[in-house]
């Protein structure tokens, strides 16, 4: 039913910048609340950032708050998460995820839609 597309990852060192792009197969986008996940070698995917369809409210987990923002273009049917700061530990595939829950969570199993993944790799 909806297909997404990650881009934009790569090899960047400790302080500099990237930014993720996720676009969505679908005419709705506007009705999906959208999320970012990460999941570093040996680890759990954990959450990253999210934002909600209804107000655009957005959430982020504390470990990127204040380096880490999420965006989206609706004309676009496209997400963003603007990488800045960026840390060793930030190393990880970086998912996206779409859930037509008006109000998203931090819970990968509230989430109905996910990419396929692009690496990030932070070099200190």
């Known amino acids: 039913q909806v297909q997404l597309v990650e881009s934009g990852g790569g090899l960047v060192q400790a302080g500099g910048s990237l930014r993720l792009s996720c676009v969505a197969s679908v005419r709705t986008f506007s009705r999906y609340s959208m999320g970012w996940f990460r999941q570093a070698p040996g680890k759990e995917r954990e959450f990253v950032a999210c934002?909600?369809?209804?107000?655009?409210?957005?959430d982020y987990a504390d470990s990127v708050k204040g380096r880490f923002t999420i965006s989206r273009d609706n004309v676009k049917s496209t997400v963003y998460l603007q990488m800045n700061s960026l840390r060793p530990e930030d190393t990880a595939l970086y998912f996206c995820?779409?859930?037509?829950?008006?109000?998203?969570?931090?819970?990968?199993?509230?989430?109905?839609?996910w990419g396929q993944g692009t690496q990030v790799t932070v070099s200190s």
């Open positions: 995820a779409a859930t037509t829950r008006a109000v998203p969570n931090n819970l990968r199993e509230s989430y109905d839609y």
């Open positions: 934002m909600a369809w209804a107000n655009g409210r957005e």
